[in-house]
Structures are given as structure tokens and as C-alpha cells.
């Protein structure tokens, strides 16, 4: 153990590098390693071992791993214990001695059981602090059996005597009557047995009777097939036994045979058993021990039952919920079990990952945290009407606590129901519909688009027609006009399928849709200026449309008409340091705008288009207002560079 202490890596412990230990504690060591009786020595409040050789065969199997670990390592079964090993005498730093205390000790791999008288010393640092306790054990074995055997031999002389002379003192009084009794009682007995047999038999029990004193083993023929052998082939003895017992399990079997003994307490353990052919059986076990007045175990009484059967059942089980578990774990939506009123009693790891909520924070009405606040009176009259109707489904919105961003989830449950209690609980799922709902959202924004985009075109298609007839004087000059206008018309509405390919200039759009309105009256009224800025295509359709319906309004009755002005200019800015964003601004002006200022006052869907369409789907943000000027129109949108080009490029809206 001087060696062991000397190599060991003290820098990876709590008592760091033996140069820098105390001068009492390296005392103290010295003391130990000197000691011809078991010593060990518990170091500070958690109990770190130091200890000599003689105390190796109290560890046992637990050395030499228990050098340098606390004593909620080295003894986890008894580390809830507070006698003399440690605690106590930490606490009133008042030495403690235990006679006679039992231990089992395994000596040539055979586990014996030995007595020891313990002493707890308390050792004091500097400050008179209780810095450690030191554990001495004297044994006492021979000296206990000798006193056991004393006391049987009086106890028995003691009986011989007084059944003597009750012999003596009933010998007339015994007749036929007593004989018939003494025969029923006997008779009686006898049928007890045979129904206990019967009991033990039906329920495959194996009954265990260790005499402590005497070392003497009694077990039933049960036990016998337990083990696996014949009633002559092997020995009743605790050592029998435990050489029967699976090498893995001996140690844990010991720990908690000698933790029953130490808490007085009733043992249930559960271990393997080796058959002489090498074939593994499960053992269940229950017992308890038995003490004199004295307090000293006296007698050991258990039962035995082989499980091996259930065991294998356990095990299939297990792995039927593991794959369960998998399957859970792996599929995308947040799962979770209630109650029959709604009251969350399980929640998938899923919905933890999901909303940072831990399962026990969202039991009961817990989970309504990761709901949003406008959403938990939905959510909770939804399972009022289920608990009614038998149905829970509802989408509402479920984010990350602590955080504002939430998406939509449609949440389904279905009831569990027995004949006897009607709905037993609810299994749920919470399915992530946020890209569908939103996609529902524009597919709706975009059908009356459509709708709106016809008529819109009969009524540009009319004024085309109008604008051509009064700048033709003959109609044979009013048919390839027209028929170019609607040409240009028609590029314009080309911009608006052109998703999936580069980005297109604004500048590009903007003439399109101008050049689509026809005259060359109409181009001397526009200016156009700002940098290269491009439209990703799925900015196009929504940008496109959004320019269209404001040149279209400016065509019908604004500052397209004779004697009007538009003017159409564009930026870059930061109004904050984490992104930049395009400044397009629509400036309407001349006699012809003002005069008309009453009817562009008008709401419909392009003003909606601006002021809805494009803060939901472009992100952006729009200003529309009607001056004395004429129609103005500021809208704002944010800007990614391109990793290919450099250039500045308009996305849509995550």
C-alpha cells in the first residue's frame, strides 16, 4: 500500500499532490501503513480512502480502486448510513467504538463472515478542525464464536434441565387423553407442512434457513432445481451456495446482504445463477435477518424463485419500447400524451428540442407557455369542446420560450377510451403547417391577383385602344400601333413568370411596365434614375405588379395623362448597422395629377397590394399618400449582396 500510495496520481484528486499534503495528514499515513490492524483512513467530509494491507481484505473486491475515491464511491450501499465509519464522528468529533461488528470477508474466494470491534477516531487540523476520521479494526471473531458457543451450551443445559424436571413433575399426569392431543397437534402439524409444501411447490419457491451462529444451512428441495443439481449433489452451505452465484453478480449479491444486515431491512435482489452444464438462470430473492435481544443476527430465513422466464419477457419488452422509443424520436412532430381533461402528462423530446421546455415543465397546463399568448384561449377552448365533442383539432402557433418567433402547428389529439372510465387519456401530435399556411396565404393573395390582374388588363387593354385612336388619324395606322402596345403589354406580364432565373435589373422592370403603357408622349413624362440594383425572381411577380398597378393608375386618371409628370428614383441606405435596404421613391406631379388627386384618394386592391401585399411578402415597408403634388409613394425593401456579383439583390421574406 506504501507503493500504491506513492504512485498513485493525487494531482487528478480533490487532495492534490502528495508533496503539498499537511504535515499531521502525512502523519497520520505513516501511522496507518505502520499499523498491524486494519486501518483506514477517511479524509475530509467526503470520505477519501487511505488505508494499509491489513484493510485490503475488508474492501475485498473494491480494492485497489477505492484508494483516493470518496466513500459514496467506494461503499454506494451504505453512503445514506451515518454511524462510526464517518459521519458522526465528522459531525461531534467524539471518537465512537462498535463491538463485535460483522463483516463479510471473501478469502480465497470464498466469502466468510468475521467480526471486528471498531474504532472511529476523529484527526484534528491545525485549527483543532475535524479534518478526517481513522478507522481501526481489531478483530473479535474467535472471541464472538467462543461467547456463542458459551451461550448455547448453557441454553441448552439450561432446557435439558427443565424438561427434566417437567418429566419429572407430569409423569402421573400423563394419560390418554394428553396422548390423544399430543397425537391430533402432530397431525395437524404434519398437514400444515404438506399445505406449505404444496404452496411453495405451486409457486416454484425455494426456501433458505441460515443458522448464523452454527454456519448451518437448511434449504428445500427447490432449491436443489434452482441450482441445478440433484438433492445429493451439493453441499447446503453459504459457501455452496455462493460459488453457484454468476462471478458478475457476487459482489452486488454481498453489498446488499450485508447492507440488510446493517439497516436491519428486508433484502430483495435480483442475480444470476450458473448451472453446472454452464447454462445462466435468473434468480429473484427476498429475506431477511433475525437478532437476539442483544441485537446481534442470529438467523438468516429467504425465499427463491427462478424468473428467468420473466427476466427474457423484461428484456423483449424493453426492447420493444427502445425500438418504440426510436420510432418516436425520429418521426418530425411534436408528440405528447394528456389527460382526459386536457392535462399534459408526457411530452417526446421533440417538443423539449422544440420549445425549450422540459418534460416536467410541461406537464399540465404547462405547455400553454410555449403557445402564443393570442393563441392559449384557442387552445383551451379547443380542448373544452374536445372533452364534449370527442375531437381535438386546431392550429395555433408553438415557439421557443423566450424567443418571439413562433410558427404554426396543427395539433390533432386522439382519445383513448376503456368500457369502464369512457376516455382514459389523449395521444397528440403537433404537426408544423407554418410553410403550408402561409403558402394557403399567398395562394389566395395571388388568386385575386389573378382575378384583379384581368380586369385590370380589359381596362390597360381599353386605354391602349383609346390612346392609339386619338393619335391615329386613320385606321389603317390603328392597327399596328395597337397591335404594338399590346406587345409591349404583353413583355411587361412576361416579367411576372419568370421564377427560377437570374436576377433581373430593377431598372429593366420599371421600363417594361412603361414601355408597356405605349406612346412616346408617355416616355417623355417619365424619369427613371438610381444604381444597379436586381430583383431575385421571386421578387419579380409581387415588385412587377406593385409598379404595374401604380403606372396603370397614373395612365387611367394621375400624371401619365397630357401635362403630367412621374418621376422614379432609387437608393441604397442603412438605417441600421445590420442591414441595408433599397429606397425607391414614386413622385407624381403637373396640372393633370392634382385635378385627379379625389379619385387616386379611392381604396381598392392596389392600394391594399402596396400597403399589405408587399410588407408580407417583400418585407418591406410603404408609404402612399396623395398631395397637392399629385400621388407619392416611398417603399422601402431589404437588401442581400450576391456572393457571385457584388451587386446589390431584393430577396423575399423568410
Known amino acids: 500500500m506504501a507503493a500504491l500510495i506513492r504512485n498513485h496520481d493525487w494531482g487528478a484528486t480533490p487532495l492534490g499532490e502528495l508533496a503539498h499534503w499537511p504535515p499531521h495528514l502525512q502523519a497520520v499515513v505513516q501511522l496507518l501503513l505502520d499499523s498491524p490492524e486494519p486501518t483506514c483512513l477517511l479524509w475530509t467530509a467526503e470520505g477519501f480512502h487511505l488505508y494499509n494491507d491489513a484493510y485490503i481484505p475488508i474492501l475485498n473486491v473494491r480494492h485497489p480502486q477505492a484508494l483516493g475515491r470518496s466513500f459514496a464511491r467506494v461503499w454506494p450501499e451504505s453512503a445514506h448510513l451515518d454511524e462510526a465509519r464517518h459521519g458522526t464522528v465528522l459531525r461531534t468529533g467524539t471518537a465512537t467504538v462498535l463491538h463485535n461488528r460483522p463483516y463479510v470477508i471473501s478469502i480465497d474466494g470464498i466469502a466468510r463472515e468475521r467480526f471486528f470491534t471498531v474504532t472511529a477516531t476523529p484527526l484534528r487540523g491545525a485549527q483543532e478542525s475535524v479534518d478526517g476520521v481513522l478507522q481501526r479494526l481489531l478483530e473479535t471473531t474467535e472471541h464472538t464464536e467462543a461467547q456463542r458457543n458459551l451461550r448455547s451450551a448453557y441454553l441448552k443445559l439450561g432446557e435439558h434441565q427443565a424438561g427434566l424436571t417437567m418429566q419429572l413433575a407430569l409423569s402421573d399426569a400423563i394419560n390418554d387423553e394428553s396422548a390423544r392431543r399430543r397425537a391430533e397437534t402432530k397431525i395437524e402439524l404434519q398437514d400444515r407442512e404438506e399445505r406449505l409444501s404444496l404452496a411453495l411447490l405451486a409457486g416454484r419457491l425455494a426456501t433458505w434457513d441460515w443458522n448464523l451462529e ?75 435477518y433475525f437478532y437476539d435481544k442483544p441485537g446481534r443476527a442470529i438467523r438468516m430465513l429467504a425465499v427463491a424463485r427462478d424468473v428467468t422466464d420473466e427476466h427474457r419477457a423484461e428484456k423483449k419488452l424493453h426492447d420493444i419500447e427502445m425500438r418504440q422509443r426510436a420510432l418516436i424520436e425520429g418521426v418530425p412532430q411534436l408528440i405528447w400524451r394528456a389527460q382526459w381533461n386536457g392535462h399534459w402528462q408526457w411530452s417526446s423530446p421533440q417538443w423539449s428540442r422544440y420549445t425549450g421546455l422540459s418534460a416536467d415543465e410541461s406537464l399540465g397546463e404547462g405547455w400553454l407557455a410555449a403557445v402564443h399568448p393570442e393563441d392559449r384561449e384557442r387552445a383551451s377552448h379547443a380542448w373544452r369542446a374536445a372533452i364534449q365533442q370527442g375531437v381535438f383539432d386546431v392550429e395555433y402557433r408553438i415557439g421557443r420560450i423566450g424567443s418571439n418567433r413562433f410558427r404554426w402547428f396543427q395539433t390533432r389529439a386522439t382519445p383513448l377510451r376503456n368500457q369502464e372510465h369512457g376516455v382514459i387519456e389523449w395521444l397528440g401530435t403537433s404537426t408544423d403547417v407554418d410553410e403550408l399556411r402561409h403558402a394557403r396565404e399567398r395562394q389566395k393573395l395571388l388568386v385575386a391577383e389573378l382575378q384583379h390582374r384581368t380586369r385590370n388588363l380589359i381596362g390597360v387593354v381599353a386605354a391602349l ?29 412576361s416579367l411576372l413568370s419568370r421564377s427560377g432565373q437570374d436576377p433581373i435589373p430593377l431598372a429593366d422592370v420599371l421600363r417594361l411596365e412603361f414601355d408597356a403603357l ?90 391594399e397590394l402596396l400597403e399589405h401585399m408587399l410588407p408580407y411578402v417583400l418585407d418591406a415597408q410603404t408609404r402612399y399618400e396623395v398631395t397637392a403634388q399629385g400621388a407619392q409613394c416611398t417603399i422601402e425593401l431589404p437588401l442581400t449582396i450576391s456572393e457571385v456579383t457584388g451587386v446589390p439583390e431584393v430577396e423575399a421574406a423568410r
Not at 222 to 231: E, F, K
Open 518 to 607: 405605349g406612346t412616346d408622349r408617355i416616355s417623355e413624362q417619365i424619369t427613371l434614375e438610381g444604381p444597379d440594383v436586381r430583383l431575385q425572381s421571386s421578387v419579380v411577380q409581387t415588385f412587377a405588379l406593385a409598379i404595374h398597378e401604380l403606372a396603370t393608375n397614373a395612365l387611367k386618371h394621375g400624371a401619365l395623362l397630357p401635362g403630367g409628370r412621374v418621376r422614379v428614383t432609387w437608393e441604397l441606405h442603412s438605417p441600421a448597422a445590420d442591414r441595408a435596404r433599397l429606397r425607391l421613391e414614386w413622385r407624381q406631379s403637373g396640372s393633370a395629377a392634382v385635378a385627379s388627386s379625389s379619385k387616386t384618394h379611392q381604396t381598392g386592391y392596389g392600394r
Open 465 to 493: 385602344a383609346t390612346l392609339t385612336a386619338q393619335d391615329c388619324n386613320l385606321l389603317a395606322d390603328f392597327l399596328p400601333q395597337f397591335h404594338e402596345r399590346l406587345g409591349a403589354l404583353s413583355r411587361a406580364q
Open 214 to 288: 452454527t454456519g448451518q444451512v437448511i434449504w428445500t428441495d427447490q432449491m436443489d432445481t434452482l441450482h441445478g443439481s440433484g438433492a445429493d449433489e451439493i453441499e447446503t452451505s453459504f459457501e455452496a451456495w455462493v460459488q453457484r452465484v454468476h462471478p458478475d453478480d457476487l459482489t452486488a449479491l454481498l453489498q446488499v446482504l450485508d447492507s440488510a444486515l446493517e439497516r436491519r431491512a428486508e433484502f430483495v435482489h435480483r442475480f444470476r445463477i450458473v448451472h453446472p452444464d454452464k447454462s445462466i438462470r435468473w434468480c429473484w430473492a427476498r429475506g431477511r
